[in-house]
């Protein structure tokens, strides 16, 4: 240290000569530090932003989500609810002969009733998170209930409106005693012959007229076979 003090004692004079070389040097430093905090602070910055930014599509798409979900639900529970006032016909053939339209196949409502059943069945999911994230299966699957259930409204609207006045007088008469026969083959009081029997009659007094559901038919025989049977 001694040296460089004994330097400057001779040497005094070179720093009015590189005063303002190394000044501008200590400046360019100065300004070259200053730049690499600014760039931190912006990188900070930057990094800021973007978790920020981050934080927000995925609340957005959670958000998202859910009001998806919450649509799918919805489709899903109305088409239970239909589903489920159209099984009170499809299981009760004396409801069903009051209203026979809600069968009636010559019916284009009631077609349009049924075609539209079918499409929401088959676009229905297996349940609301097989839909989660594609939308075009979303929206087809809401536009199917809907459909669906406006085409079960208007024909069970109609059938009501009706009941039997679609059938000549001669046909009605047949679909009261068929109505009959059916309450004798569900009725647990009757005697087995009986019931059966008023089946097999109820079904010739419908012939040409209406056609029973599957599920309807296999229901009364499996409760006149079991009546049978004890």
């Known amino acids: 240290m001694d040296q460089v ?3 400057l004692s001779h040497f005094w004079w070179l720093i009015f000569v590189f005063g303002g070389t190394i000044g501008g040097a200590v400046k360019a430093i100065a300004a070259a530090n200053e730049r690499r905090v600014e760039r931190r602070q912006e990188r900070y910055r930057l990094k800021q932003q973007t978790k920020i930014a981050l934080a927000q599509a995925k609340a957005s798409d959670t958000a998202d989500e859910r009001a998806q979900r919450r649509q799918i639900d919805r489709s899903i529970a109305e088409h239970e609810r239909t589903d489920a006032t159209w099984f009170a016909y499809e299981v009760d053939p004396i409801t069903l002969l009051d209203f026979p339209m809600m069968t009636d196949m010559r019916e284009p409502l009631t077609v349009e009733f049924h075609k539209a059943r079918r499409r929401a069945d088959l676009l229905r999911p297996a349940d609301a998170e097989a839909l989660d994230g594609d939308r075009q299966a ?12 406006v085409a079960f409204d208007v024909a069970e609207a109609e059938a009501k409106r009706r009941r039997r006045g679609g059938f000549t007088h001669d046909e009605q008469e047949h679909l009261v005693r068929a109505q ?12 087995p012959q009986e019931r059966q029997n008023a089946y097999r009659k109820a079904q ?23 009546q049978i049977e004890a």
């Not at 009959?180 to 005697?191: C, F, I, V, W």
């Not at 007094?205 to 409760?223: F, K, T």
């Open 5 to 7: 003090w004994e330097f």
């Open 138 to 149: 979303q929206a087809d699957y809401r536009e199917a209930v809907h459909s669906y259930v």
């Open 180 to 191: 009959s026969l059916l309450r004798l083959a569900m009725d647990g009081a009757a005697t």
């Open 204 to 226: 010739k007094e419908l012939e040409g007229l209406i056609v029973l559901p599957p599920s309807m038919r296999a229901q009364i025989e499996r409760h006149v076979a079991g």
